[in-house]
Each structure stands twice: as C-alpha cells, then as structure tokens.
C-alpha cells in the first residue's frame, strides 16, 4: 500500500532553516514524482516543489525561488524539501505528494501524507 510520511517541522524564528523529510513506501520512488504543497489555515492549497521521476525540479510558488529546494534520496525511499530564509507567510501544514501523471509535475495530486506543521514565529 502506498504510504508517504512527513517528518521535520517545526517551530523556527524568521530567517531559519528547516529540512522537511518524506519517507515513501508501498511504490517505486524512482518511478514516480513527488510534489510538496502546503496548506495554512483559511488558505487554499498551495503547491510549493516537484521533482520528477527523473530528477527534475521545478518551484510551483514563485515565493519559494532561491530558498527551497526539493531533492530525492531513492535509496532511502525519501524525498526532503529544504527550506532556507523562512517567512512568517511559510506558516502551514506541509504535505507532500504523488501525482496523477505519475512521474511528470503535471496535474494533481494522488495522495498524500497527514503532513508536518512549520511555524515561523519569533
């Protein structure tokens, strides 16, 4: 069965640095494409980083260019999300995700996680 398990959030003061993990199983990591996206109270659903199932990335929010960075370890089943320079406006619940084109950043979002809380919060 597909699982996919967030792990790393927290509470970090503006400026911080975060590392979000999601560990993978039930499925060929390699094989398919995993997005974070984030969801903040009151807030639509806000995708935030894909890679695909051949390593490229691309940033769905333009206000996370240059400070997040998603990569994939498929040996550890895992794929982290680093999140540099932290906002206030970061504040949400992380999930991250499969899509339904598989292993393309395209289209929505399969499953997903229960997801981790990052608050930015001096």
């Known amino acids: 069965q597909l699982q996919l398990v967030e792990s790393g959030g927290g509470l970090v003061q503006p400026g911080g640095s975060l590392r979000l993990s999601c560990a993978t199983s039930g499925f060929t990591l390699a094989d398919y494409a995993i997005a974070w996206f984030r969801q903040a109270p009151g807030k639509e659903r806000e995708g935030v980083s894909c890679?695909?199932?051949?390593?490229?990335?691309?940033n769905y929010a333009g206000s996370v260019k240059g400070r997040f960075t998603i990569s994939r370890d498929s040996a550890k089943n895992t794929v982290y999300l680093q999140m540099n320079s932290l906002k206030p406006e970061d504040t949400a619940i992380y999930h991250c995700?499969?899509?339904?084109?598989?292993?393309?950043?395209?289209?929505?979002?399969?499953?997903w996680g229960q997801g981790t809380q990052v608050t930015v919060s001096s």
């Open positions: 890679i695909t199932s051949s390593g490229i990335t691309i």
């Open positions: 995700a499969t899509l339904r084109s598989r292993s393309s950043c395209l289209g929505s979002f399969a499953s």
